[in-house]
Structures are given as C-alpha cells and as structure tokens.
C-alpha cells in the first residue's frame, strides 16, 4: 500500500475529520475551534523581520495577534487584519514597578498615554508590573501598588481599556519580582476593586512558583483577564518534552467562560520557527 493510499484509509477510519485537519509531526491535530482567542509574544520571535513575521501569522489559522507591541506597531497589525491583545510601551519595566512610589511619577503619565493610544486603536488591554521587592515587605508593596495605579486604572475604566498585571516567578527569570504569587495578585485585584484591573496569569511562570495549575485558575478565574503559554523547564515549545499538559489546561480556561485571548510565549528551539508557532496554537486549539 501506498504511503498515500494509507493515510487516506487511516482519515476515513477515523470518521471524516474535517478540511481544517493538519499532520504536524507525529500528531494530528484540529484547526481552528473558535474556542479560544490566539496570540503571540513578539520578542519570542525578534530574529525574524517583522513583515516576514506578520505574513507567517496570517498562515496560521486562528492567529490574530501580536501582543507586546508598541503603539508604533499597531498600524501595520491592523493594515494586515490582525490585532495587538496586549499593548505596552518602553516605559514598562519589571524591576522598577509600581511597588515602588518613587517611581509613580515616571509611569502614571506615560501609562495614561498609552491607554489613550489604546483605545484608538482598539486594544485591549495594556500590561503592568508590580516591580521587585528590594527588601520590602509584600503588604507594603501592595498598598504602594494600589496606590501608583489608582489613576492608571480610573482612566482605564472611562477609556474602556484593561490594565493588567503579570505574575512572573522570582525563582529563575525575575530574582526578587513581587508579584510572583497569585494570592498576592488576587489581593491587589481586590483592593484596587475594578473589572478594569486583573491579572496576567503566566502559565510557565506559575508553574515553577505555585504549581496546581488547573485548580488555581478555576478558582481565580475572574480576576483574570489573560494567559501566557510556555514549556517548563526550559520556557520552550509546548510539546511532550514538558511536564505541562496544555490541552487540559486550556479545556479548563474554556470551561469558566473565559473569553479573552491566550498568548504563545515559549522561546521557539525548533528550526523552523513558525511551525512551532503553529504548533503552539494548535495544541491550545481546543
């Protein structure tokens, strides 16, 4: 028998998948379900130019986003029918956040700015950092937190744009990083009482700082206004050589009625790049 001929056999044996099917590697795997809301980290993917990369998104089924990007960016996302799910800007740093009140002044007006460039252009939803403790206590940093977003998150609200903020562990990429448990997020969400501030659930990050996955995000859900994918260990592709199984994890994101989006942001080892990309979508494709 033909090689031909018996994948053919093996479709028909399986009930009639549909057109969208597609054979990556040893896997077959659905296209697009319409389930979840795909994006990508761009600086996953800063070696490849970025109209090469816009059109190997726009051969991704599903694909609609590159997040992470700048309001300089934003025009050619739209010109080729695609959508930032997350915007940011250079004034957005992980270590000197808003734990700190000596940075309020630095941030607040920019991050006005942004929500303003937000909102024209249709995004979503911009992203901000608690910063590291550098010996404060987690309370204090809170209060600080709360207090340096206030304004951010007001304008947001009449602005209709989300401010969100990501939790990242402080045991191997963001030594010291405050905002490296989801308690503490759910805490500052509550405090700050508003549908436009959540959290930014960073699945490789939690992983390595709390684990039980599945268990925490059906219990946090509605403070969560996004997900970011990853392998762990090794923040990679999303495959069998990784202890995190992403089909049920996002099974269980779909099943609290989440409807936002979900950003591939593993670090591609394979050497074709954007079939791992791919892969990466479809694997979270439930």
């Known amino acids: 028998m033909k090689r031909r001929d018996a994948i ?80 940011t800007g250079p004034f957005a740093n992980i270590v000197e956040g808003f734990n700190d009140p000596g940075n309020h002044d630095k941030l607040i007006q920019p991050y006005l700015g942004l929500i303003d460039n937000a909102a024209e252009y249709g995004i979503p939803s911009i992203i901000v950092f608690s910063g590291n403790r550098n010996g404060m206590d987690d309370e204090t940093g809170l209060e600080n937190c709360a207090v340096g977003l206030e304004k951010v998150v007001r304008h ?59 268990r925490t995000i059906k219990d946090n859900h509605q403070y969560i206004a996004h997900y970011h994918t990853g392998g762990n260990p090794g923040r990679n592709e999303i495959d069998e050589t990784q202890e995190l199984f992403y089909p049920a994890i996002m099974r269980a994101i779909v099943e609290t009625g989440y409807d936002g989006w979900v950003a591939q942001e593993f670090i591609p080892t394979w050497d074709d790049k954007m079939k791992a990309l791919n892969h990466g979508v479809r694997t979270c494709d439930v």
Not at 23 to 31: E, V, Y
């Open 156 to 214: 947001a609200e009449k602005k209709g744009v989300t401010v969100v903020m990501e939790l990242l562990n402080s045991k191997v990429d963001h030594k010291d990083y405050m905002c490296d448990h989801t308690a503490w997020g759910v805490k500052l969400a509550e405090k700050i009482g508003s549908d436009r501030f959540k959290l930014l659930y960073d699945i490789y990050h939690m992983q390595i700082m709390e684990g039980d996955v599945i």
């Open 8 to 87: 053919n056999n093996m479709l028909i044996g399986m009930g009639g998948i549909s057109i969208g099917t597609q054979l990556l590697g040893n896997k077959t795997l659905a296209g697009h379900n319409g389930n979840v809301n795909h994006s990508v980290c761009r600086w996953c993917y800063g070696g490849i130019p970025w109209e090469e990369f816009i059109e190997g998104i726009k051969g991704i089924d599903g694909l609609k986003s590159v997040e992470l990007t700048t309001v300089e960016e934003w025009p050619m996302l739209i010109k080729n029918g695609l959508t930032c799910a997350l915007g």
